[in-house]
Each structure stands twice: as C-alpha cells, then as structure tokens.
T-cell receptor, first 113, second 116 residues
Framework: DAGVTQSPTHLIKTRGQQVTLRCSPK?????VSWYQQALGQGPQFIFQ???????QRGNFPDRFSGHQFPNYSSELNVNALLLGDSALYLC????????????FGPGTRLTVL | AQKVTQAQTEISVVEKEDVTLDCVYE???????LFWYKQPPSGELVFLIR??????QNEISGRYSWNFQKSTSSFNFTITASQVVDSAVYFC?????????????FGQGTTLQVKP
C-alpha cells in the first residue's frame, strides 16, 4: 500500500521563475493538502483540494495555485518565485475533505536563488 | 486569534531520561482538535495522536503519554525512558473545523535530541 509520494525531491530555481510540485495521495484518499515549511518553522497551511476543487486556503498570495486531478493526485504551482519561497513543501492526504489523520509525504525541498 | 505555542525550542536529554514537551494553544472555539506530529530528519511528518476538545482524558501509548488540560489550554507530551530514536522535531497542532474556514495551525516545533 503506497503512502503519499511527492516529486521532485529537490528543486533549484531562480527568482521570477515558475515551479510545479506534484503529489500522489495515499491509496484510497481523496483529499490533498499542501503546506510550506520554512527552515526552523512549523508547517504553514497553503490550501486543500477535495473533489477537484480548492476547498480551503491559508494566507498565501495568488502566486500559489493548485490543481487536483480525477485520480486525486495534485499539483502545486508557484509563479514569480521569490527568495522567501525557499522551503520544504509538504503534501498530506486524507479522506473526505477532513484534516483528521492526515498522512504526509516526504516533501519537496525548493531552493530559490 | 488562534495560535499554538511551543516554548521549548530545543531539548537535550540523555537516553532513558523522561522528557516533557510543552504545548499551549489559543482559541475561542469550543470545538477543536489537537495533534502531535513527529518529524524525523527524513522530513516526513508522522502522526502521533489526535484529541478533540470534549475529551480531556489523558492517554498513554507505550512510552508516550499526553496530558490535555483545557483549564490551562495545554496539551503536553511526555516520553518516558527516552531513546536515541526519539530524536526528532515534534510539532503540536490545532485544528479548527468549520466548513470553508477550517484550518490546521502548527506550533514552531521542539527539537528533541536524545544522547546515548
């Protein structure tokens, strides 16, 4: 039973570029949440996708957008990258649009130069 | 405002010592959930426990125990007889359900180092 997977593992971009991160939820899960974790900080909730729609959103600018596909996998897109976007991006999956018992992936480490 | 505070940034203990990680939360909601997660060096957050605001019973799971006190808005986590494998960053989190406004709020984390 595959857990949550994320790709790529690491990514280096320059300011102003755009990036796409990918997440496949745990088998049987239909909800994907994305988090940004800056070095030495706790994860910050970006948004949640359920039934292919953005269901909830944290305090992140419109440069952060996402998508959920019919197979429940999800993408996180960040446009016009800033140095401050450097962080570990975590994906978590759960069932039924809930935050209960989220399973987290290993994350994608994004470095913006 | 909703907030989670983990005042201990780093804790270092010697193996077999008991250690308590503190968590204080703030919310005016009467219905909420509290979580503890462990983040080992690999980066993947591991779920440890969930508690809802109506259940103040303390819980013990092996060497882990949790003390939930609504009167002090605290949800502390104790590891008994710590082991080197317990070394990780531990996060306390608060979940406020509520349709389109539900959100999960994490504390800053406590780095626990268990030395052999």
């Amino acid at each position: 039973d595959a857990g949550v997977t994320q790709s790529p593992t690491h990514l280096i971009k320059t300011r102003g570029q755009q990036v796409t991160l990918r997440c496949s939820p745990k088998s049987g899960h239909d909800t994907v949440s994305w988090y940004q974790q800056a070095l030495g900080q706790g994860p910050q909730f970006i948004f949640q996708y359920y039934e292919e729609e953005e269901r909830q959103r944290g305090n992140f600018p419109d440069r952060f957008s996402g998508h959920q596909f019919p197979n429940y996998s999800s993408e996180l897109n960040v446009n016009a990258l800033l140095l401050g976007d450097s962080a570990l991006y975590l994906c978590a999956s759960s069932l039924g649009g809930d935050f209960d018992e989220q399973f987290f992936g290993p994350g994608t480490r994004l470095t913006v130069l | 405002a909703q907030k989670v505070t983990q005042a201990q940034t780093e804790i270092s203990v010697v193996e077999k010592e008991d250690v308590t990680l503190d968590c204080v939360y703030e919310t005016r909601d009467t219905t909420y959930y509290l979580f503890w997660y462990k983040q080992p060096p690999s980066g993947e957050l591991v779920f440890l426990i969930r508690r809802n605001s109506f259940d103040e019973q303390n819980e013990i799971s092996g060497r882990y125990s949790w003390n939930f006190q609504k009167s002090t808005s605290s949800f502390n986590f104790t590891i008994t007889a710590s082991q080197v494998v317990d070394s990780a960053v531990y996060f306390c989190a608060l979940y406020l359900p509520g349709g389109n406004t539900g959100k999960l709020i994490f504390g800053q984390g406590t780095t626990l180092q268990v030395k052999p």
